[in-house]
């Protein structure tokens, strides 16, 4: 298993066919996945058009993340823990002084994602809404939304298999709200279709 330290995200190639595992280590640990066309980059994740094709906001086992093209990327195999967001953004720089009052540099999602994407040229306006596997948005009659602490557990994980070649941006969340208040690591495993 390779670790996302604390506040920070990792990118990667998968090929059509392998599986990612995506491993909550410690519990209560958001973590930001966008998804590219290794073979075009303008094709790319999308929060609308899975929601649209998969006829709900609540993504788990057996749903499919779409592309921007109406393409299928990837399927979720399985999931231990059921509770993910697609409609939130990932937290940035904006995020902090607008929603926490915050000042000054504070690590993001974003920030982290465009980081560890720039050797695929993907650039920072690219990154699209992330799935945030193991977020626990919720929202209230008047479509009100909240962020709560996670639900997941320690060893709580995601499996996805890709069905396509992508480029992988994935992330220990940095927002505080978003993780109960703390911050962990988050880790994760390719396995080869192989």
């Known amino acids: 298993m390779t ?6 995200g990792a990118s990667f190639y998968l090929r059509k ?23 075009c980059i303008k094709e790319k994740i999308s929060s ?8 709900s906001i609540l993504l788990s086992k057996g749903n499919y993340l779409w592309s921007n093209r109406g393409r299928k990327m990837m399927e979720i195999l399985e999931d231990t823990n059921g509770r993910n967001d697609f409609l939130l953004a990932p937290c940035s720089a904006e995020t902090f002084k607008i929603m926490y009052g915050h000042e000054g540099y504070h690590p993001s999602c974003h920030d982290n994602l465009t980081k560890n994407l720039k050797d695929y040229s993907i650039e920072e306006d690219d990154i ?13 009659e008047q479509g009100k939304l909240s962020v709560e602490k996670p639900t997941s557990k320690a060893g709580d994980y995601v499996l996805f298999e890709a069905k396509m070649n992508l480029i992988v941006g994935l992330t220990a969340c940095s927002a505080e709200d978003s993780n109960g208040g703390s911050f962990k690591p988050i ?8």
């Open 3 to 8: 670790i996302i330290p604390i506040q920070s």
């Open 17 to 39: 066919g392998d599986k990612l595992k995506v491993t909550d280590i410690k519990g209560a640990q958001v973590s930001d996945m966008v998804l590219f066309n290794a073979r």
């Open 48 to 55: 609308g058009k899975t929601m649209d094709f998969e006829e």
């Open 128 to 140: 699209p809404t992330a799935f945030n596997i193991f977020m626990n948005v919720q929202f209230d």
């Open 187 to 194: 880790g994760y495993e390719i396995i080869s279709a192989e």
